[in-house]
């Protein structure tokens, strides 16, 4: 009965062994957190990114004056007779 009971044991801590280590264990369990939080933090960036643009888009169907100011700003466009200053804010 003694030698039943042990093997028992034994044959429930190989289980639970399995359980917790094996595939679909704890180590997976780890390792699809890591990529959740890798995957959600990746999603947050584009969804800044993309509110970014649409807020840019719908600026440029809006009116003209992104449009003025993106000319003006990347390309130093100035109209005839003008004489165009930018401040910088940064110290």
Known sequence: MRLLSIALIALLGLVNAEL???KGGL?????LE?????????NDA??????RLEAEVRDLKEGLEMVEEKARYELGMIKPDEILV??????
Do not use: D, H, Y
């Open 46 to 51: 584009a969804r800044l990114r993309n509110e």
């Open 20 to 22: 917790w280590f094996g």
């Open 34 to 42: 890591a990529r959740l939080q890798a995957q959600q933090a990746e």
């Open 86 to 91: 930018q401040i910088s804010t940064k110290r």
């Open 27 to 31: 180590p997976t369990k780890i390792e």
